[in-house]
């Protein structure tokens, strides 16, 4: 079945950030601005008979803000801390339904109003530096950046998903590791940690889903 759609869209989002810098190694930024994300080809292509989208789903729209810090303290720590704040008007998901036949479907809708908020941390360490062995061909750093977020549906008119977190959020994102350099050979190590999080609004446990990539 061939389908032909086209919309226009026009219009304007604003935004406004501001920044202070009390001395050279300190600086408190605050910003807020507008969100818009318009209905690409994958939210409403077909992939299976057993996905379905909904015929009036409808573009994203919402607002970002965020205040932190950022600077350098003495001459061998960089860091960077804020809070934000993430408000999603109309979130497109897909979550667990039935169709007419009472057959277990993906369903791709609007899923009305999402919060997700948090704070987000990086710091790096030029330890050869801090510790005296800094020189022109050798350099030891390391680092980590922290992401906690929490995410919940605001929507009365569906019980199934009011009050539920929102899907793909860890609540915990960790990465820290150690970066080597002599000369022109570089080592690194990393590692990763990402909090258990759901996969559909719905929020289905481990033991009633019903498929493998929802739970």
Same mark, same amino acid.
């Given at each position: 079945?061939?389908?032909?759609?086209?919309?226009?869209?026009?219009? +304007?989002?604003?935004?406004?950030? %501001?920044?202070?810098?009390?001395?050279?190694?300190?600086?408190?930024?605050?910003?807020?601005?507008?969100?818009?994300?318009?209905?690409?080809?994958?939210?409403?292509?077909?992939?299976?008979?057993?996905?379905?989208?909904?015929?009036?789903?409808?573009?994203?729209?919402?607002?970002?803000? /965020?205040?932190?810090?950022?600077?350098?303290?003495?001459?061998?720590? $960089?860091?960077?801390?804020?809070?934000?704040?993430?408000?999603?008007?109309?979130?497109?998901? +897909?979550?667990?339904?039935?169709?007419?036949?009472?057959?277990?479907?993906?369903?791709?809708?609007?899923?009305?109003? +999402?919060?997700?908020?948090?704070?987000?941390?990086? $710091?790096?360490?030029? %330890?050869?530096?801090?510790?005296?062995?800094?020189?022109?061909?050798?350099?030891?750093? %390391?680092?980590?950046?922290?992401?906690?977020?929490?995410?919940?549906?605001?929507?009365?008119?569906?019980?199934?998903?009011?009050?539920?977190?929102?899907?793909?959020?860890?609540?915990?994102?960790?990465?820290?590791?150690?970066?080597?350099?002599?000369?022109?050979?570089?080592?690194?190590?990393?590692?990763?940690?990402?909090?258990?999080?759901?996969? /559909? +609004?719905?929020?289905?446990?481990? /033991? /009633?889903?019903?498929?493998?990539?929802?739970?």
């Amino acid at each position: 079945t061939e389908v032909s759609r086209q919309r226009e869209r026009s219009f +304007a989002l604003l935004g406004v950030g %501001v920044s202070y810098e009390p001395n050279t190694a300190l600086e408190c930024y605050a910003n807020f601005s507008q969100n818009y994300r318009a209905i690409n080809f994958n939210d409403i292509q077909i992939l299976s008979p057993t996905f379905k989208v909904d015929s009036n789903i409808q573009d994203e729209s919402g607002f970002t803000a /965020d205040a932190g810090v950022r600077g350098a303290l003495n001459d061998w720590l $960089a860091y960077d801390a804020s809070l934000f704040y993430l408000n999603y008007n109309d979130r497109i998901s +897909a979550i667990q339904s039935t169709n007419e036949l009472g057959i277990a479907i993906r369903y791709r809708t609007n899923l009305e109003q +999402a919060h997700l908020y948090g704070f987000e941390g990086l $710091a790096q360490a030029n %330890v050869s530096r801090m510790m005296g062995w800094e020189d022109s061909l050798s350099r030891l750093s %390391v680092f980590a950046n922290l992401a906690l977020t929490q995410g919940m549906y605001d929507a009365p008119e569906n019980t199934a998903i009011d009050g539920n977190e929102v899907e793909l959020v860890p609540p915990v994102n960790l990465k820290w590791g150690v970066d080597y350099r002599y000369r022109q050979l570089s080592l690194g190590l990393q590692y990763t940690y990402v909090g258990r999080q759901f996969s /559909d +609004a719905t929020n289905a446990g481990v /033991d /009633d889903v019903q498929s493998g990539v929802v739970g």
